[in-house]
């Protein structure tokens, strides 16, 4: 090597030990940061349990079911999310400990695919509602929300009620079982809940889903519940958050109409903001549950805490891809530290403004962690070519005759030391040890996705000269969707079976008398109630078995109370172990039957039954105060031929509910019908009597409906009569 290659890289040495100070120093100060909030969160934890748990029994899931349901709104922005969102409503409605719920799924016209999903959904799960925005697609999440609320403000009106709470979602979130009970807990006198964010964990060389499970891992462990204790302000995470209707309304009233700002690529952590500055109450809701069945439950494995990770908490997947993760992160950069720093400025409170540095110091800390990494690795190369080559030209290392250097290097390395078993106790607490040791090698990782995710998000900045014009870049999600096939409609599986001419469909169809179908072919005899039932249970992918009403074990109707059957229209026929068998004449969807469930104290399942039978089941078994003369005639009379299947068959076609005569004849829309159900109590009032009381219907059309009842019935009186 040349004498001018020599003194060249003796200067770059040089120069490298003055850089090496100060990035040194620069990470000292970020390191003391940290430290901060490290000694706040374990000195709080120690005061708290001399002080508190040792003195106070701690809550478990019991308090949280002494508050009565309240009515709570879903929201799911939802843009090319074809198989996601089918998965997300159908394990939502058969695990979520709750009934008073609805969920509002914001679509766009030019995304007909996700559309159509979400009408197979709506079709299956009556508390599901699609949202179409009024732009095309795809615009900011903020905008699609601003059209779900107004979706929702328009439902309320037209069911007659106020939900309590509003709740964010994104499409392939997993939601806990007992979240919304937590929420309805909490509310009203929170206005921002933000419950914590587990992300699954991949297999072990899946460094770049792995770094989000350290970051939030820590975060919602350690980070949120300290700037909640200091500053009493919540950034909300964008999923598992719930406002209360006070802040919708506070947000609402600010925007002209406009809640969420269409303009941020972060409207959820600006809200958390707005809310503070309006003297508005944030809560970070940690709330661990003793029975794992209620938590999202996973397999414990060696270094997991029971009660920490039995938290009440939103599972997602994040992305496998480092591009997927670079442009996600990229997102929350400019919405955070740019467009968060042009919105929202800083704040007269020095506490405050101290974790807005923390939220926007990520431009310097990555940059810094990227050099050191490069530094380190330059360093690394000059150790490893005097090892493979001892007769190279040795130059002194830039860490010697530097006492400042030394000590900032072994400062730094002790508070790294502190920062990885930090971050390795928190995973570990949440996932166990093998997560909790894989932390620390994903951690030189996270520095690198973070430093491109900086780069990115600064040259858009810089391109479209403004963070504000910057456009949503939405990352793809996953879910572990189970897509189903288009059904056959009835009348159709009924003509491809022989049991109906494409004449006679055509007859029923046009009737001019509105009814269901299935019930129109049974009044004109095109078919009886078993081939119906039959073709139903196919068509819905459901059981069914044939029912008579008046052979039923009185133990098991002793066991179902009035109120659960005429609420839900179901009959108890039969147990499986400890599981109550129960028969509908119709789909019960989910969460009727987890709410069932609940009340019964035991698992249910439902079948089909034959047209009419559950009906004169449930007014032969639980007679109502005010049934009048002609139904208990007729059936005492049927009680007395119970064993004539053809009496029972003609007598049956002719019965007709009230709710879904009022639904299908248009007086109540289907999800307004399912809503009022919800609070309906048989025992108290009639049903015809609590629609009007909720302002659904008036007493002209109720008066209408029971007429239109009656003369359906005439025909099954004067059939028994004939019988008499």
Same mark, same amino acid.
């Not at 060249?8 to 090496?20: E, I, P, Q, R």
């Not at 009680?639 to 002719?654: N, T, Y």
């Given at each position: 090597?040349?004498?001018?290659?020599?003194?060249?890289?003796?200067?770059?040495?040089?120069?490298?030990?003055?850089?090496?100070?100060?990035?040194?120093?620069?990470?000292?100060?970020?390191?003391?940061?940290?430290?901060?909030?490290?000694?706040?969160?374990?000195?709080?934890?120690?005061?708290?349990?001399?002080?508190?748990?040792?003195?106070?029994?701690?809550?478990?899931?019991?308090?949280?079911?002494?508050?009565?349901?309240?009515?709570?709104?879903?929201?799911?922005?939802?843009?090319?999310?074809?198989?996601?969102?089918?998965?997300?409503?159908?394990?939502?409605?058969?695990?979520?400990?709750?009934?008073?719920?609805?969920?509002?799924?914001?679509?766009?016209?030019?995304?007909?695919?996700?559309?159509?999903?979400?009408?197979?959904?709506?079709?299956?799960?009556?508390?599901?509602?699609?949202?179409?925005?009024?732009?095309?697609?795809?615009?900011?999440?903020?905008?699609?929300?601003?059209?779900?609320?107004?979706?929702?403000?328009?439902?309320?009106?037209?069911?007659?009620?106020?939900?309590?709470?509003?709740?964010?979602?994104?499409?392939?979130?997993?939601?806990?079982?007992?979240?919304?009970?937590?929420?309805?807990?909490?509310?009203?006198?929170?206005?921002?809940?933000?419950?914590?964010?587990?992300?699954?964990?991949?297999?072990?060389?899946?460094?770049?889903?792995?770094?989000?499970?350290?970051?939030?891992?820590?975060?919602?462990?350690?980070?949120?519940?300290?700037?909640?204790?200091?500053?009493?302000?919540?950034?909300?995470?964008?999923?598992?958050?719930?406002?209360?209707?006070?802040?919708?309304?506070?947000?609402?009233?600010?925007?002209?109409?406009?809640?969420?700002?269409?303009?941020?690529?972060?409207?959820?952590?600006?809200?958390?903001?707005?809310?503070?500055?309006?003297?508005?109450?944030?809560?970070?809701?940690?709330?661990?549950?003793?029975?794992?069945?209620?938590?999202?439950?996973?397999?414990?494995?060696?270094?997991?805490?029971?009660?920490?990770?039995?938290?009440?908490?939103?599972?997602?997947?994040?992305?496998?891809?480092?591009?997927?993760?670079?442009?996600?992160?990229?997102?929350?950069?400019?919405?955070?530290?740019?467009?968060?720093?042009?919105?929202?400025?800083?704040?007269?409170?020095?506490?405050?403004?101290?974790?807005?540095?923390?939220?926007?110091?990520?431009?310097?800390?990555? @940059? +810094? /962690?990227? %050099?050191?990494? #490069?530094?380190? &690795?330059? =360093? !690394?190369?000059?150790?490893?070519?005097?090892?493979?080559?001892?007769?190279?030209?040795?130059?002194?290392?830039?860490?010697?005759?530097?006492? @400042? +250097? /030394?000590? %900032?290097?072994? #400062?730094?390395? &002790?508070? =790294? !030391?502190?920062?990885?078993?930090?971050?390795?106790?928190?995973?570990?607490?949440?996932?166990?040890?093998?997560?909790?040791?894989?932390?620390?090698?994903?951690?030189?990782?996270?520095?690198?996705?973070?430093?491109?995710?900086?780069?990115?998000?600064?040259?858009?900045?810089?391109?479209?000269?403004?963070?504000?014009?910057?456009?949503?870049?939405?990352?793809?999600?996953?879910?572990?969707?189970?897509?189903?096939?288009?059904?056959?409609?009835?009348?159709?599986?009924?003509?491809?079976?022989?049991?109906?001419?494409?004449?006679?469909?055509?007859?029923?169809?046009?009737?001019?008398?509105?009814?269901?179908?299935?019930?129109?072919?049974?009044?004109?005899?095109?078919?009886?109630?078993?081939?119906?039932?039959?073709?139903?249970?196919?068509?819905?992918?459901?059981?069914?078995?044939?029912?008579?009403?008046?052979?039923?074990?009185?133990?098991?109707?002793?066991?179902?109370?009035?109120?659960?059957?005429?609420?839900?229209?179901?009959?108890?026929?039969?147990?499986?172990?400890?599981?109550?068998?129960?028969?509908?004449?119709?789909?019960?969807?989910?969460?009727?039957?987890?709410?069932?469930?609940?009340?019964?104290?035991?698992?249910?399942?439902?079948?089909?039954?034959?047209?009419?039978?559950?009906?004169?089941?449930?007014?032969?078994?639980?007679?109502?105060?005010?049934?009048?003369?002609?139904?208990?005639?007729?059936?005492?009379?049927?009680?007395?031929?119970?064993?004539?299947?053809?009496?029972?068959?003609?007598?049956?076609?002719?019965?007709?509910?009230?709710?879904?005569?009022?639904?299908?004849?248009?007086?109540?829309?289907?999800?307004?019908?399912?809503?009022?159900?919800?609070?309906?109590?048989?025992?108290?009032?009639?049903?015809?009597?609590?629609?009007?009381?909720?302002?659904?219907?008036?007493?002209?059309?109720?008066?209408?409906?029971?007429?239109?009842?009656?003369?359906?019935?005439?025909?099954?009186?004067?059939?028994?009569?004939?019988?008499?």
């Amino acid at each position: 090597m040349s004498l001018g290659w020599v003194d060249f890289f003796a200067y770059v040495l040089f120069g490298l030990k003055y850089v090496a100070i100060a990035l040194a120093l620069l990470m000292f100060i970020l390191g003391l940061d940290d430290l901060f909030i490290d000694l706040v969160y374990w000195t709080r934890k120690f005061i708290r349990r001399w002080r508190i748990y040792e003195k106070f029994k701690r809550a478990d899931e019991q308090r949280l079911y002494s508050i009565a349901e309240k009515p709570l709104a879903i929201m799911v922005p939802a843009w090319n999310e074809v198989g996601v969102v089918g998965e997300m409503a159908r394990l939502a409605a058969s695990s979520i400990d709750y009934e008073n719920y609805q969920i509002f799924v914001g679509t766009y016209p030019n995304d007909a695919d996700t559309q159509a999903d979400v009408d197979a959904v709506c079709q299956h799960y009556p508390n599901v509602h699609k949202v179409v925005c009024a732009r095309p697609g795809p615009t900011s999440k903020a905008d699609c929300l601003n059209n779900i609320i107004d979706a929702i403000l328009r439902f309320e009106s037209e069911a007659r009620i106020e939900f309590a709470g509003f709740i964010l979602h994104d499409a392939e979130d997993v939601i806990s079982p007992m979240e919304l009970r937590l929420f309805n807990y909490l509310l009203p006198n929170k206005d921002l809940i933000q419950i914590p964010v587990y992300p699954y964990a991949p297999e072990w060389k899946g460094f770049t889903a792995g770094h989000y499970v350290d970051e939030f891992a820590e975060n919602h462990g350690k980070d949120v519940i300290v700037r909640e204790a200091l500053t009493g302000q919540v950034p909300s995470a964008g999923v598992g958050t719930c406002f209360s209707r006070r802040a919708i309304s506070a947000l609402l009233e600010d925007g002209d109409g406009i809640a969420f700002d269409v303009q941020s690529l972060t409207e959820d952590y600006d809200i958390g903001f707005r809310l503070k500055q309006k003297g508005m109450k944030c809560i970070f809701a940690r709330y661990s549950v003793s029975d794992p069945k209620l938590a999202l439950e996973q397999p414990w494995v060696f270094g997991m805490n029971r009660e920490f990770s039995q938290v009440i908490c939103v599972r997602e997947h994040f992305p496998r891809d480092l591009q997927h993760a670079i442009r996600q992160k990229s997102r929350w950069i400019v919405g955070i530290v740019f467009q968060g720093t042009k919105n929202l400025g800083w704040s007269r409170k020095g506490l405050l403004n101290y974790f807005l540095w923390r939220d926007r110091r990520g431009l310097i800390a990555y @940059l +810094l /962690s990227f %050099l050191v990494n #490069l530094l380190f &690795l330059v =360093l !690394l190369v000059m150790w490893a070519v005097t090892v493979i080559s001892p007769d190279s030209w040795r130059y002194p290392s830039i860490l010697a005759d530097s006492s @400042l +250097l /030394s000590v %900032l290097l072994w #400062l730094n390395g &002790l508070m =790294l !030391l502190n920062r990885l078993f930090q971050r390795g106790w928190f995973v570990t607490r949440y996932y166990g040890l093998t997560e909790g040791l894989l932390s620390a090698p994903r951690m030189m990782w996270s520095n690198f996705v973070n430093f491109f995710a900086n780069l990115r998000a600064l040259r858009q900045v810089m391109e479209m000269g403004d963070s504000r014009r910057v456009a949503w870049d939405k990352t793809t999600h996953e879910f572990p969707a189970l897509t189903k096939a288009q059904r056959t409609p009835l009348g159709q599986r009924l003509v491809e079976k022989g049991l109906l001419s494409e004449e006679q469909l055509s007859v029923a169809i046009t009737s001019p008398v509105r009814r269901r179908l299935g019930r129109e072919l049974l009044l004109r005899e095109y078919i009886d109630s078993t081939q119906l039932v039959q073709a139903l249970a196919e068509q819905l992918d459901l059981e069914w078995a044939p029912l008579n009403p008046f052979k039923l074990d009185r133990r098991l109707i002793a066991a179902v109370p009035r109120r659960v059957a005429s609420h839900y229209g179901v009959l108890p026929v039969g147990e499986e172990g400890d599981t109550l068998l129960l028969a509908s004449e119709g789909p019960v969807s989910q969460v009727s039957l987890g709410a069932i469930s609940r009340q019964l104290q035991r698992p249910v399942r439902c079948r089909l039954a034959p047209q009419g039978r559950v009906t004169l089941g449930i007014r032969y078994w639980y007679a109502s105060p005010r049934q009048n003369e002609e139904v208990r005639h007729m059936l005492e009379v049927l009680e007395r031929h119970q064993d004539d299947d053809a009496l029972l068959e003609r007598v049956s076609r002719h019965q007709v509910l009230l709710g879904n005569l009022l639904q299908v004849r248009g007086m109540v829309p289907p999800t307004l019908f399912n809503q009022a159900l919800i609070d309906f109590d048989a025992e108290t009032m009639s049903l015809g009597e609590h629609l009007i009381s909720r302002g659904m219907i008036t007493q002209e059309v109720l008066q209408q409906a029971l007429a239109d009842q009656a003369s359906e019935q005439q025909a099954a009186y004067r059939i028994v009569r004939e019988v008499a």
